[in-house]
């Protein structure tokens, strides 16, 4: 491991660097320390790192190359020595800077901005590596695929030996049933809990109501998918399915909505109690002084008022139940069809990215690649559904600001 | 003019009909509200309760205790004590010893059960216990030729008898057991020699393979989820504070922080499996790091916490009144200065919870994780740090997920037993960050 | 400083007693917020209560349709009549006296609804018209009775939001107004208009005089004077002064009320 090495012996040459600095700061000002543009302590940060960054900077640009395939393993220790060099040259050049009249502090505050700024620049990255890796992988799925046969065919029935149906209709059909019976669960109560809480309840009941819908919502999606599996799936089987004859499968949309809607519960509530509480108090007190009840109020008022942003709330909502994995891997199913009936195991997007992409792959086959088409519509999907939820939240807040 | 001559003055003390009914409406309104609010409460309650009963079973443990007789004739053929040596001896042989040993016990208690088979005998233990067995006498090779009492794990179906999972009439169905079986074993407690214990093992083990339930447990999860919380914490919560003060302090506006600002708050609800894609093409597939290894999970994690490490962050800052950046700037601070001695500090409390809840999130997450490869069957807890980033590892989430998957209905039990680790754990973040929050809340 | 010919204009009509307010106390949580309120409101006259802020003037107006009912902390004691019927009676029912006891905010706020759906929303509330024909008229006659009518008829579908300060505090009388209210509560319905609209809606306020009782909170003491017959001093929860605002405003009879109007408190 030679570039460990060289890292070690980087920050080493850092912290000499800082006590280097700061000592001949020290010297350079003579008796009184108050000569010096800026204090000793800063000197030594500025010899820091002009002896850490450049050294830091060849490891990273060494490893891309490396990654990219342009550099082979061997030139890696050329690159620790290139680092070290570097290291040794950024700590001569700090070091040499150094006397009275030197500004380090504004040196090592330019420095630290630059660096803040390259940290906000990641979230620009990983989205840039999202966009990329899907669409990168998508394009050589459809050269190997039709992407008519892949955006319109009503089959999906991968082989593992060749010529497999892989259209996404029945997977579509699958997820939007599922999103859609979640929403009728998590809307009308998660929008009615919060009306509750922010029209009628008592500060006791909040206390005690608001934590318990909080807790519903740091539990992971995990567990509620093991409460598909076991509780909700069996119980809807044996006392809904099999005496109405609609079927006996253990995993169905209506297992994996229901309990992907209780899972949202909280999502719709805590968005929309934000959102009713943003109407302001004036159009409730308007209201109410013209003699109506407080329910007539919540329902000819306060909701319409609040409707761009429940819209959007419920929007996000949808995002959320269109890209849910765990519940509808452990409670919808894995048969692709399309049927009406809400008893009956289908299967989603997000369960066929994970049946594809787990256990052996290979990843010049159709039957891998598509699930980065697949990953890619489900991108696509809810990131519209994002932009379009926030631009109409945002337009809503400033309406009350 | 506008008065309707049909409106008596009519006196406030008796209400109208139609009052009345608006009051009917206003009350079941009411119960609207009341109702959602007990559908969310029980829903909580019943899927809580259901994990905790489903999952206690995986804390109690059934042992059989019997003496073991260690023939050094055939545990130690040259008969050295060498543990090199004995290390030649299969687990096999070990599991000829034990059969014995649990045929002598049967018989010298004289157990009469109708029809009972060496099967059944033999069934008794764990395929697991054998190797335990091996485990301990390599450790102790001065064991060898003695009789030494062990208390050996029993089968699946036994420990699940002791526990309410197996019944007579779900064994006459089952091949792996029988009712007269559970008959013995019902004698044997009855003598004493079956116990159930607390599952330590269940805390420390990895996991174990489909054939023997009652060996697995979430120790390699633990571990694996830990190391995957570490790196998350080294790299997403400095990035995301560095992050959270450029844009919330220096950014100038303009359309460049705009995109990283709408940037950000997209990436928070892109679904998490779609960072799972990206894991896996470009961290395995382009960089080539080791499939189902922490380093990768922990990557994935970080990308994903990211944002909402960022957006509590940037909230707290703003939380602190400019009057403190003014009066910092105001005694010849400069801004770096009055950013890092003065706001920072002061935003830390708002700053610690949601970064605790970022890492709550992100240790619960699953989807992300299967993608890349975590769901392998993982044998062996990973190594010490740092090297063990790199060791193939599960994470309790996907441990979870794995055993789901399982035929044996006693993985279930282990499944909900891990959940139940999982919440405890997710429980102290949450109570941390909740004690921070009620500890350092400051109203400006 | 007061026009005579206002003065006289503005004389007392002797009415019937629309309001009794009998030992009125009010309490925020511990806070002793308004003190053994004692007061004869009349029918068709226009009654100003004066004082400085926090004084408890809004706090007294809001008793008169129970919008204090709306504040969890707040308690009441004390009788208050309306036509005789104690209003906090456990008969009552609030929503059918504010349907009664109308009311004006300090701050204008129609509803994000068209201007005819502010207006018609009362009347729809509480059933007061038959059929669609008549719920125009009714709206129609608050628009009127609001002077916005000719500003407004052609456009009734478009938001009460996008009109001006002034227009969306009449929109909101005449929202008030249309469910033909016995008495009409007012809280500083000016404090947010600029000097034109203030006059306009001051010019309104005299002429809803000849239908019901109007009670106005201000903290003007010349609005006071240009729009009252009656004037009541509220200082630190008590009231201290009520009478002829002319009387009020030319010969208090308390000091407090002396100091008040020439400015040495509030």
Redesign the interface.
């Given at each position: 491991m030679p570039l460990s090495w060289a890292i070690l012996a980087t920050f080493l040459l850092a912290a000499a660097g800082y006590i280097v600095g700061r000592s001949r700061a020290f010297a350079s000002a003579g008796p009184d320390a108050r000569q010096l543009h800026s204090r000793p302590t800063y000197h030594g940060a500025s010899v820091a790192l002009t002896a850490l960054l450049p050294p830091l900077a060849v490891l990273a640009a060494g490893s891309m190359l490396r990654l990219a395939g342009v550099l082979t393993v061997g030139a890696m220790p050329v690159i620790g020595i290139l680092a070290l060099v570097a290291a040794i040259a950024g700590l001569g050049i700090g070091v040499t800077r150094i006397g009275q009249g030197y500004q380090a502090r504004n040196a090592v505050e330019r420095m630290v901005l630059g660096l803040l700024m390259l940290c906000s620049l990641i979230a620009i990255v990983t989205t840039l590596g999202i966009i990329l890796s899907l669409v990168f992988e998508t394009g050589r799925f459809f050269q190997l695929y039709d992407w008519k046969t892949f955006f319109f065919g009503t089959e999906w029935t991968p082989r593992f030996q060749g010529n497999s149906q892989l259209g996404i209709v029945p997977l579509l059909w699958g997820t939007l049933y599922v999103s859609a019976i979640a929403l009728l669960v998590a809307v009308p109560i998660g929008l009615f809990a919060a009306v509750y809480m922010s029209e009628y309840a008592s500060r006791r009941v909040r206390g005690v109501v608001k934590p318990a819908i909080e807790v519903l919502a740091g539990i992971p999606t995990i567990v509620y998918g093991l409460f598909a599996l076991i509780t909700v799936g069996p119980l809807l089987r044996d006392y809904f399915a099999q005496p109405l004859g609609l079927g006996n499968s253990g995993t169905s949309v209506l297992t994996a909505g229901l309990v992907m809607g209780i899972m949202l519960i909280p999502f719709v509530s805590s968005l929309s109690d934000d959102i009713i509480n943003a109407v302001p108090q004036s159009l409730r007190d308007g209201a109410l002084g013209l003699g109506s009840t407080p329910s007539e109020t919540v329902r000819q008022v306060v909701l319409p008022a609040a409707l761009p942003g429940i819209v959007g709330a419920v929007l996000l909502a949808a995002s959320r139940a269109i890209g849910e994995t765990m519940i509808v891997v452990l409670g919808a199913g894995a048969a692709a069809q399309m049927s009406l009936n809400p008893l009956e195991a289908m299967t989603t997007i997000t369960v066929k990215i994970v049946s594809q992409l787990t256990g052996d792959s290979d990843f010049n086959s159709p039957e891998t690649l598509v699930a980065f088409a697949l990953g890619l519509t489900l991108f696509v999907i809810t990131l519209a559904l994002n932009v379009v939820a926030l631009i109409i939240v945002r337009k809503y807040r400033e309406q009350y600001e | 003019m506008t008065d309707n001559p049909d409106r008596k003055p009519a006196s406030l003390l008796r209400q109208d009909a139609r009052t009345r009914a608006r009051n009917a409406a206003e009350r079941r309104f009411r119960w609207y509200g009341i109702g959602a609010i007990a559908i969310s409460m029980i829903a909580l309650v019943v899927l809580l309760a259901t994990i905790l009963t489903d999952g206690a079973g995986a804390f109690r443990q059934t042992y059989l205790n019997i003496p073991v007789t260690l023939d050094a004739a055939v545990l130690d053929p040259k008969g050295n004590r060498d543990p090199a040596e004995m290390a030649k001896v299969l687990t096999l042989t070990y599991g000829k010893v034990l059969d014995k040993a649990v045929g002598d016990a049967v018989a010298r208690e004289a157990i009469q059960v109708e029809g009972l088979t060496e099967k059944d005998i033999k069934g008794l233990v764990s395929r697991e216990a054998s190797a335990q067995v091996r485990n301990r006498v390599l450790a102790e090779p001065e064991l060898v030729g003695q009789t030494v009492a062990f208390d050996v794990l029993t089968g699946g179906r036994i420990d699940g008898y002791f526990k309410g999972r197996v019944t007579m009439e779900s064994a006459e169905r089952d091949s792996n057991t029988s009712p007269r079986q559970l008959q013995l074993a019902q004698a044997l407690a009855d003598r004493g020699m079956i116990v159930t214990r607390f599952n330590w093992n269940f805390l420390r083990l990895a996991d174990a393979s489909d054939q023997r339930p009652e060996a697995a447990g979430v120790g390699a999860a633990i571990v694996g989820s830990f190391y995957m919380m570490l790196v998350v914490l080294v790299l997403a919560v400095p990035i995301g504070i560095a992050a959270s003060i450029y844009l919330e302090e220096f950014a100038p506006k303009n359309r460049c922080t705009d995109i990283i600002e709408v940037n950000i708050s997209n990436l928070a609800a892109v679904p998490s499996i779609v960072f799972g894609i990206l894991g896996l093409a470009a961290f395995i597939n382009f960089a080539g790091l080791p499939q189902s290894a922490p380093i990768v999970g922990g990557l994935v994690l970080t990308l994903m916490t990211l944002p909402r490490i960022i957006i509590p962050t940037r909230a707290a800052l703003k939380a602190v009144p400019p009057s403190i950046r003014d009066a910092a700037l105001g005694v010849g601070a400069s801004k770096m200065q009055s950013v890092f001695h003065h706001v920072l500090p002061l935003a830390t409390p708002g700053i610690l919870t949601g970064m605790i809840l970022g890492l709550a999130q992100a240790l619960g997450e699953t989807a992300p994780l299967l993608l890349i490869g975590m769901v392998a069957f993982i044998r062996d807890i990973p190594s010490g740090l740092p090297s063990g980033l790199f060791d193939p590892a599960s994470a309790l989430p996907v441990q979870v997920y794995n055993w789901t998957q399982r035929s044996d209905p006693a993985f279930i039990e282990r499944a909900s037993g891990a959940i139940i680790v999982l919440l405890v754990f997710l429980l102290c973040m949450n109570v941390l960050a909740i004690w921070l929050r009620r500890k350092f809340e400051r109203r400006w | 400083m007061y026009d005579t010919n206002r003065r006289v204009e503005n004389a007392v009509t002797p009415d019937d007693i629309k309001i009794q307010a009998r030992k009125v106390q009010v309490y925020y949580g511990d806070k002793h917020a308004l003190k053994d309120v004692d007061v004869d409101i009349l029918d068709k006259t226009v009654t100003a209560f004066i004082g400085p802020s926090g004084c408890g003037k809004s706090t007294f107006l809001r008793c008169i349709?129970r919008?204090n009912d709306?504040i969890?902390i707040a308690r009441v004691e004390g009788r208050i009549l309306?036509?005789n019927?104690d209003?906090y009676?456990r008969?009552?029912?609030?929503?059918?006296?504010?349907?009664?006891v109308?009311?004006?905010?300090q701050?204008p706020?129609?509803?994000?609804?068209s201007i005819y759906d502010n207006v018609a929303?009362?009347p729809r509330?509480?059933?007061?018209?038959r059929n669609r024909a008549e719920l125009d008229?009714?709206v129609e006659?608050?628009l009127r009775?609001a002077a916005l009518w000719n500003e407004v008829k052609d456009r009734l579908g478009e938001p009460g939001t996008g009109l001006s300060g002034g227009q969306q505090q009449r929109l909101?009388i005449a929202?008030?107004?249309?469910?033909?209210p016995?008495v009409l509560l007012m809280d500083e319905p000016c404090s947010a208009l600029d000097p034109i609209a203030t006059a306009q809606v001051e010019e309104l306020i005299e002429e809803l005089r000849s239908r019901f009782s109007v009670v106005i909170v201000t903290h003007s003491m010349q609005q006071a004077a240009r729009v009252s017959q009656k004037t009541a001093f509220f200082h630190l929860g008590n009231l201290v002064e009520y009478g002829d605002t002319d009387d009020i405003f030319t010969r208090p009879k308390d000091s407090r009320t002396e100091a008040y109007i020439s400015g040495r408190i509030g």
């Open positions: - | - | 349709n919008m709306t969890p309306l036509d019927e209003i009676d008969r009552v029912d609030p929503v059918q006296l504010r349907a009664k109308g009311m004006v905010f701050k706020n129609p509803f994000p609804k929303y009362g509330i509480h059933g007061l018209a008229g009714i006659g608050a009775g909101c929202r008030a107004v249309a469910t033909s016995e």
